[in-house]
């Protein structure tokens, strides 16, 4: 298994209303983009080119958007990036770039 592109821990998942996990963990390797509880358990995966990662104008910063085969997950991570050698998930906005540079989209 090749090293992730992309990963963040300690962070919250939402879909609607509901809170699937507070803890959870985002990873882009191989191509695909991975939701996992706390406990490793894969909530939704899909290749990075069928993701769409937004900022949602309504939210605060620490706040992103994914869209997984039509089902949509509000993820919860930092609204700036940790200090070198701090624990901490990265901001939203890293996690948006890093979606789009994994497919190919820029960043």
Known sequence: MAKPEFTASGVRIEQRLRSLTRAGQVRISDGRLELLTSYGRVIDSAPVQAVRASRPW??????????????????????????????????????????????????
């Open 58 to 107: 309504f939210a605060a910063a620490d706040r992103a958007l994914a869209e997984l085969g039509g089902k949509r997950y509000v993820l919860t991570l930092g609204e700036s990036d940790p200090a070198p050698g701090e624990p901490g998930p990265p901001s939203a906005r890293r996690f948006i770039e890093a979606v789009h540079r994994a497919a190919g989209r820029g960043g």
